[in-house]
């Protein structure tokens, strides 16, 4: 029914609505079956399809990929890596599983999930069987997290708990808007943590931000650091537009290049005016002037 509706307002040329919280793919299936009935066409105008009918290699681990990439450029212009990072990751979810995944892939040590009853701790990180297990708990069997530690004989559970208080090198909040609020942000700075990169929308509270700027924590906001999703969806539309589909390191190198772009543009706004490395700031004035230029060529109709 929802669909029945929307349709009449979005299109491959007009407006693409894409998955998040709580709609996955088979969300997705069912709202662009009743599209495609209603329109009468197969096209790209949704995007996070299933790789059978219109789909993009890289869509699922879009968002986590990215915002490890961005931590990744982060780093390197820091002088650091992400080798032998502790890290620590709120949520279960895409976001949190495949941002553990590359973390893994690049040599970091994921530490943590979670969900709204509480987190698991690996106190050694996980290694990908167990991020596997995860996906399969929260994809396919759909249960809480707790139901991890059954099959790991390491793993710690923590019922009510926030993963912030572990101590760590960087956290990846991946779980909801306003996870972390202010004493959260101070428990992060006091366990150690340097950066933070926001793989959820808003994770954080201004008040939080606050203590990451006045703490010189490494700061990845949501608008920049997750940008990943939405940029594989770009790519999913230029495949659908080409009537073709992308080998998986084609859209990954991609996405990789597109996060590069992402922090550099953010950094060189941020010093251009006179801000030095604020992250935040630089993502949104380069987000605002992008979109005003475009205005003031076009006649700001």
């Not at 890596?81 to 892939?105: D, F, H, M, P, W």
């Not at 709204?116 to 996980?126: D, K, Q």
């Not at 912030?164 to 959260?184: G, H, K, M, R």
Request: net charge negative; hydrophobic share 40%.
């Amino acid at each position: 029914s929802f669909m029945s509706e929307l349709y009449r307002h979005i299109g491959a040329d007009t407006d693409v609505p894409a998955g998040d919280i709580n709609v996955g793919a088979r969300e997705i299936g069912f709202l662009f079956g009743q599209y495609k009935r209603l329109a009468n066409n197969f096209t790209g105008v949704l995007t996070g399809k299933d790789l059978r009918w219109g789909g993009s290699l890289i869509r699922p681990e879009a968002t986590g990929y990215g915002c490890v990439y961005f931590a990744q450029n982060y780093l390197s212009y820091k002088g650091d890596s992400l080798k032998g990072k502790r890290c620590v990751i709120s949520g279960s979810g895409n976001v949190a599983q495949y941002t553990a995944e590359k973390l893994l892939q690049l040599g970091a040590i994921p530490l943590t999930f979670s969900d709204s009853n509480g987190y698991v701790l690996e106190p050694t990180g996980f290694t990908q069987a167990q991020i596997d297990h995860v996906m399969e708990l929260k994809n396919t069997k759909r249960v809480r997290i707790s139901e991890y530690c059954a099959f790991s004989e390491t793993a710690q559970y923590f019922p009510g708990k926030k993963p912030w208080e572990v101590s760590a090198d960087l956290a990846f909040p991946s779980a909801t808007q306003n996870e972390i609020d202010e004493e959260d942000a101070k428990v992060l700075v006091a366990n150690g943590v340097n950066g933070v990169f926001e793989g959820a929308n808003m994770p954080s509270t201004n008040e939080a931000i606050e203590i990451y700027k006045s703490s010189s924590v490494m700061f990845g906001p949501a608008k920049a650091a997750n940008a990943g999703g939405v940029a594989v969806s770009g790519l999913e539309m230029a495949q659908n537009s080409q009537r073709m589909q992308w080998s998986r390191e084609e859209v990954d190198a991609q996405l990789e290049k597109i996060m590069k772009d992402i922090f550099d543009n953010s950094l060189a706004a941020s010093q251009k005016y006179c801000l030095k490395d604020d992250i935040q700031a630089g993502a949104n004035i380069a987000g605002f002037l992008k979109v005003a230029d475009a205005m003031i060529h076009q006649g700001c109709v």
